[in-house]
């Protein structure tokens, strides 16, 4: 049941700003694109299940609008992917693990690792300028 939802929910297409200003083609193939299954298709094959011509998909990539709602239903595909995993490194955390507490500490960026590096060594400086001048001159 509950992958059921976390299906629905991953394959979900975003509406945002951009994605409401799209072409009816443009939202037949972002809604294509984002099903998880159809990650190993084809060009031409996702051009079929977008119901667009392979002219279209190409023009609709060039399109900023396209771009942006395709990016934005990207990430919103790949937080709700990582979200199980986010929970476990939370449970994790309550229950004590400090390596997971760091993590999410991290991830929200309330804690970030500092080094301190000290490094001592002596360089020989060389001849100066003017030696190497004089040197020049004496050749």
Same mark, same amino acid.
Request: net charge negative; charged share 20%.
């Given at each position: 049941?509950?992958?059921?939802?976390?299906?629905?929910?991953?394959?979900?297409?975003?509406?945002?700003?951009?994605?409401?200003? /799209?072409?009816?083609?443009?939202?037949?193939? /972002?809604?294509?694109?984002?099903?998880?299954?159809?990650?190993?298709l084809t060009?031409?094959?996702?051009?079929?299940?977008?119901?667009?011509?392979?002219?279209?998909?190409?023009?609709?990539?060039?399109?900023?609008?396209?771009?942006?709602?395709?990016?934005?239903?990207?990430?919103?595909?790949?937080?709700?992917?990582?979200?199980?995993?986010?929970?476990?490194?939370?449970?994790?955390?309550?229950?004590?693990?400090?390596?997971a507490a760091?993590?999410?500490?991290?991830?929200?960026?309330?804690?970030?690792?500092?080094?301190?590096?000290?490094?001592?060594?002596?360089?020989?400086?060389?001849?100066?300028?003017?030696?190497?001048?004089?040197?020049?001159q004496a050749?």
């Amino acid at each position: 049941m509950e992958e059921e939802i976390l299906s629905k929910i991953v394959c979900a297409p975003v509406l945002t700003d951009k994605a409401e200003t /799209l072409t009816p083609a443009g939202e037949a193939l /972002l809604a294509v694109l984002v099903e998880p299954t159809c990650r190993e298709l084809t060009i031409t094959q996702i051009c079929q299940k977008a119901g667009i011509s392979r002219d279209s998909y190409y023009r609709l990539f060039k399109d900023p609008r396209f771009v942006t709602a395709y990016l934005d239903a990207c990430k919103v595909t790949a937080i709700s992917a990582a979200m199980p995993t986010m929970q476990s490194v939370a449970a994790r955390a309550i229950a004590g693990d400090i390596q997971a507490a760091q993590t999410i500490l991290q991830m929200s960026g309330l804690h970030v690792p500092t080094a301190t590096v000290n490094i001592n060594q002596t360089i020989d400086a060389g001849p100066s300028l003017r030696e190497l001048l004089d040197s020049r001159q004496a050749d």
